[in-house]
C-alpha cells in the first residue's frame, strides 16, 4: 500500500490530495482561482503564482490532518504550465519531501490528467489510447504501457480548451468558457450554422481550432444568429472534430478502449458523443477530477513510485515539459 501526497500548481488551480495505492482519495483540497481571473477574461500568470504562494501551506495543512495518514511519496507537477506556478509547487514539495525524509516523484500535468481515469470506478487497463483535451492541450497519445507515451497527434494552433475561452469572450459569456458556453448552448441549435472542422479531410491526427474561432467571431459581427445558436453550433463544430480524429485514431492504430481526460472531458456532449458513436469502451475520469487537481498528480506519481521512476532535489520545472520525459529510474 502507498501513500502518496499530490501537488498540482501548474495554471490557476492550487490542488492538494493524499491518495492510496493510486486509487482511493483520502483527502483532497482545490483552491480554484476562477473568480480572480475571471474579471481579466483569462489567466494573468503574476496574479496566478501570487495566490498559488498564498494559500499552498494552508491547504497542504488541511488535506494533510485530514488524511490523517503518514505520506509515502510527495508527487508534484512539474511541467508545462505556467513557470511562476509551477515554481511554486516544485518548491514546496520539495521543502515537504526533505523534511518527511521521503523521495520526490516529479510529474507530468498530461500524465496526471491520463491518471485521473484510474480513480474512477472504471478504471482502463494498458495499452490505451488516450484523448487530452483541456485548456492548453489537445492531444491523441499511444499509452502502450504506464509511462510509455507515444505523441499520435496534437494541436496546431489553440488548444480545444482555448478555443471554448476565446469563443466564450467574443459572445461575452463568462470565463470560463467551456462551462458556460455548454450552459448557453443548451437554448440553441447546434445545426444553425456549419463552422468549418479544422484539418477534417487531412487524414491526419493534428488538429487545428484557428479557423473555426475566426468563422465564430466573423458570424457574430454579422448579427444574424443568436448566442445560443452560436454556442451550440461552435460546440457541435470542436466536438465533431475530436469525435472523428479519435475515431481515426482507432482505425490507425487499433486501440481496444480510450481514455478521455482534461478540462474539456468535462463537456457533456463530448462525453455523450464518444460513448455513442466510438466502436470502443471509453474511460472517464468523474466531473470532478477533469479540471486540475491534486488527486490526479498524487495518482500518476504513485505509479511512477512504483515503477522506480522518481526524482531528486535537483529537479527544477520545465513550462514546456515534452511527455516523454521519463525521470530518474532508481
Ligand atoms: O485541464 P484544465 O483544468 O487546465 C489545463 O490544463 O489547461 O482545463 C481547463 C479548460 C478550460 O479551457 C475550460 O474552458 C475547459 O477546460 N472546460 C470545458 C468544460 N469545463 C472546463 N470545456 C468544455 N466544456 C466544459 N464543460
Ligand atoms: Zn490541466
Redesign the pocket.
Known sequence: MAIVLGIET????TGIAVVEDGRRIVASALASQVPIHAQFGGVVPEIASRRHTQCISQLAQQTIDEAGVAVEAVAVTIGP?LMGSLMVGVGFAKGLAYAWNVPLVPVH?IEG?IFSVFLSDNPPTFPFLALV?????TCLIACDEPHQYRLLGSTRDD????S??KV?RMLELP?????S??EAAKAGNPRAIRFPRGLEHSGELEFSYSGLKTAVLYARQRQTASIADLAASF?WA?VDVLVSKTQLAIEKTGAARLVLA?????????RERLVAELPIPVHMPHLSL???NGAMIAAAGDSRFRHGLRGDFRVTPDPNLPLCNKGVRS
Open positions: 501548474s495554471c490557476d488551480e504550465g500535468h490528467h483535451v483541456s485548456g492548453g492541450h488548444a480545444v480548451g482555448e471554448f475561452d466564450a470565463y470560463p468558457g467551456g462551462p458556453i455548454q460546440q470542436a482534461g478540462g474539456v472531458a468535462a463537456n457533456r456532449l463530448l477533469c479540471i486540475d
